[in-house]
């Protein structure tokens, strides 16, 4: 905990309860209650009249962080405590943000609009919204003008109530904030209402309660206090269902414990997370006595549409203009918001189409994930990375990437672009157990912001750099001289989640850089560090002379890669890169239950072809990729996801079949026999690899591949192309630990080496080895030291 914080959560709760309940506050207390901010902030005292509220926030905090009675009676006992519960004065609490975030932004299918619909949504959660609270940068000062003034029109004295110091965190597409109780709903109207007013059509909820100051430090509590229900009554109803899912933790044995990770501040907001949930599908809170009733969400924004008028481009909404942008295009006001928004984004400068239609809305300045990126490299910290993304060419004269198109000519080959999608493992776990008071809120969001942010700028400045793009005729540019771009496109940054496209041949070197350097800068905090420091050899697959790094931080990053055709359809890729997410982060729960690796993973797909996957990838793998040629054996054709360390030696691997020169129709020809059963494939594949003539190569393939991944269960040999399952190997061990005390001894062998053969599960890495070919660099034209190859003709 920082004092900064320490502060600012004390400064928040003194402001609330001097507010008390009203609306409206006379001159003279507001002017005092401003001196009760500057003077915590300073570090000065406050004002006698108040000093006692002060004194109450402060007293909350002086109870120890591991605190918690065992019994009601012993709370009592303490009069502090108890002084704290019988004063009256409630405090608000509100969450909110937006909601269906992705049927917002891929509604539409070019690549302009995606990015406008997601700009404007990070403006909103990151600007907007934290200036309700007076909190923001001075290059924003006319949009936060704008919004003072929307919010004085819409919802008086609001803005009177509201200080910087109320917010707990604003990062991820939500917010959580203290409020004045008589402002809650007021406040989560607002929420919801600037989203419908910036985007017309995205989809927003806030919700808000108000709560005795004593809740903050050990939860919901009834209004008569020995009502409440205590460790005594848990203790004896745990293996209640109902109780038991409430108060459950899989990694947390005792009650106690279980009993004291619900019972704090993380009660009150996953009270407001079920009202989220509740009020965002449509339903009905129940009406707080006296208090107006909120406008329903039964109902969201929607567009009228006639069947003989023209619709805009996504065939929801009536079109209200002609644009050519060079070619016709057909918009509505909500679509034509997110392509100004994207132009806006993209530093382009022509909005003459959007003046000349005369409508009222202005985006004002955008903020631009390619400017942060530069912002970054602008770092004292990170001259060095900036000078190895740079090289020799003027970052001036480097503008940001218009289309798929001009990312795909970037890669080798050129046409491909991979979509990655990240987002954080164990974080609902860790924030259970270990997020018990405002401040701790706080702080962990903004730590994950900015390990999320720092990974992803560091991991593109490290593999990749400004590109020579000579657009063609297809280009949507209308200069068609070469220019250097920045080849990657961040859809967005949100709290733990990442959603960017990059070229091809750079996708899986970027993945395993974010998910490393995700991990390094939390552990650099001291505050997530594991204990545990063994390294996890049974998570990994990849078995080299170095011995596997250990997890060495609580919290990690699962990534879903899809590298595709530039031409495959946005909101179909978001699709099946969703799906590779959700492998990849099935895969590291697995992983983390039955080996304790806490590390990343990372799932991934090369398709060529739309037409490649009919259903999900789930099922394709399962029914085309899964065979049962040996009796009882499966095959699995394939070996996603990774661990972080495996998707490393995948790339090592793959270097080593290109340095070999391995002939590129034998690398198909294995992979059309993996078919035909076990054996088949390795006897092909021995005999292809005895024909290479180079001897160094065939010690790299050997080294690299048979030896790394290919170690036989039985016996010292390997069985390349396949390697062993992990998840077989667990099994096994446990039928071999069961084995040693059963069947005789002359059987025993026998029958152990007949059940592995049956039962066992091989994979192999072939498949996305030869998929991965064609991404690859040998060593001797590898890139990444140099941007030689990709401008030397446009220095200055």
Not at 332 to 351: C, F, Q, T, W, Y
């Amino acid at each position: 905990m920082t004092n900064d914080s320490y502060t600012r959560t004390i400064t928040a709760l003194a402001w609330c309860l001097a507010w008390g309940e009203k609306h409206n506050l006379v001159q003279d207390k507001l002017t005092t209650l401003h001196q009760i901010q500057q003077a915590l902030q300073k570090g000065q005292d406050v004002p006698e009249s108040i000093k006692s509220i002060v004194q109450q926030a402060q007293r909350l905090y002086e109870i120890p962080k591991d605190y918690t009675p065992k019994t009601l009676n012993e709370l009592k006992e303490k009069e502090d405590y108890l002084k704290l519960w019988e004063d009256k004065t409630r405090i608000g609490l509100v969450y909110g943000g937006a909601t269906k975030i992705k049927q917002y932004v891929f509604e539409a299918a070019k690549l302009p609009d995606i990015r406008g619909a997601s700009a404007l949504l990070d403006r909103i959660n990151l600007v907007d919204l934290r200036a309700f609270f007076g909190y923001y940068n001075k290059q924003d000062s006319s949009l936060v003008e704008n919004i003072e003034q929307w919010l004085d029109t819409n919802f008086p004295n609001l803005r009177k109530a509201l200080i910087p110091e109320l917010i707990i965190y604003s990062t991820g597409g939500s917010i959580l904030a203290f409020c004045p109780a008589a402002f809650v709903d007021d406040l989560a109207n607002a929420i919801e209402k600037r989203y419908t007013h910036e985007t017309l059509t995205a989809n927003s909820c806030a919700v808000g309660d108000t709560f005795k100051l004593l809740e903050f430090r050990f939860g919901l509590l009834q209004d008569k206090i020995e009502d409440t229900f205590w460790f005594d009554k848990y203790e004896k109803n745990q293996d209640n269902p109902i109780i038991r899912a409430y108060f459950d933790q899989s990694e947390v044995n005792d009650p106690f414990e279980r009993f004291q990770n619900r019972k704090n501040f993380n009660e009150l907001v996953g009270k407001l997370a079920n009202q989220f949930t509740q009020r965002r599908n449509g339903n009905k809170l129940p009406q707080k006595e006296l208090a107006k009733e909120r406008p329903s969400r039964c109902y969201p924004p929607i567009f009228e549409t006639h069947p003989y008028l023209q619709r805009d481009e996504s065939d929801r909404r009536s079109a209200i203009m002609k644009v050519e942008f060079p070619n016709s295009r057909f918009l509505s006001e909500p679509l034509a918001r997110k392509r100004l928004v994207g132009e806006i984004a993209k530093r382009e400068s022509s909005r003459a189409w959007y003046d000349n239609a005369n409508l009222e809305w202005e985006p004002f300045d955008i903020p631009s994930w390619v400017n942060k990126f530069k912002e970054f490299l602008n770092e004292g910290d990170n001259q060095q990375l900036a000078s190895r993304y740079y090289g020799d060419v003027n970052k001036k004269l480097v503008e940001e990437a218009r289309s798929l198109r001009e990312i795909a000519s970037a890669s080798n080959p050129s046409g491909f672009v991979a979509y990655i999608y990240a987002d954080g493992n164990n974080m609902g776990g860790y924030i259970r157990q270990k997020i018990k008071t405002p401040q701790d809120y706080r702080l962990f969001s903004e730590d994950i912001f900015t390990a999320t942010e720092k990974s992803v700028y560091k991991a593109l400045a490290q593999y990749l750099h400004p590109y020579k793009y000579t657009p063609d005729a297809k280009s949507s540019r209308t200069n068609k001289e070469a220019v250097l771009i920045h080849p990657f496109e961040i859809i967005t940054i949100g709290g733990d989640d990442v959603l960017l496209v990059v070229p091809a041949n750079k996708a899986l070197e970027i993945s395993k850089a974010i998910g490393d350097e995700f991990e390094d800068i939390l552990w650099r905090t001291g505050r997530y560090s594991l204990q545990q420091t063994t390294p996890n050899l049974l998570a990994h697959r990849y078995t080299t002379g170095n011995i596997p790094p250990a997890s060495k931080c609580l919290l990690s990053m699962s990534t879903g890669v899809l590298i595709t055709a530039q031409d495959t359809p946005i909101y179909y890729a978001d699709k099946l890169v969703s799906q590779l997410l959700k492998s990849a982060k099935k895969y590291a729960k697995e992983l983390k239950k039955d080996h304790k690796y806490y590390g990343g993973t990372v799932d991934f797909l090369v398709m060529k072809a739309v037409t490649m996957i009919s259903s999900n990838i789930k099922e394709f793998r399962e029914q085309g990729l899964i065979k049962n040629k040996d009796g009882e054996s499966k095959l699995k054709l394939y070996a996603s996801p990774y661990t972080l360390y495996e998707l490393g030696g995948l790339l090592e691997t793959a270097k080593a079949f290109k340095q070999a020169e391995f002939p590129r129709s034998q690398l198909y020809q294995i992979r059309s026999l993996l078919e035909r059963g076990k054996r088949t494939a390795i006897l092909n594949y021995r005999y292809f690899r005895i024909r290479l003539t180079n001897e160094t190569a065939k010690q790299e393939l050997k080294d690299k591949f048979e030896l790394a991944w290919c170690d036989a269960l039985t016996n010292n040999g390997n069985i390349a192309p396949w390697l062993s399952d992990i998840a077989s190997i667990r099994r096994n061990l446990l039928l071999l630990i069961f084995l040693e005390a059963s069947p005789p001894e002359e059987f025993r062998s026998h029958y152990i080496v007949l059940t592995l053969l049956k039962k066992y599960t091989y994979e192999t890495i072939w498949r996305e080895l030869v998929d991965l070919y064609p991404f690859i660099a040998e060593a001797a034209d590898n890139t990444d030291e140099s941007i030689q190859s990709t401008a030397p003709e446009v220095r200055q």
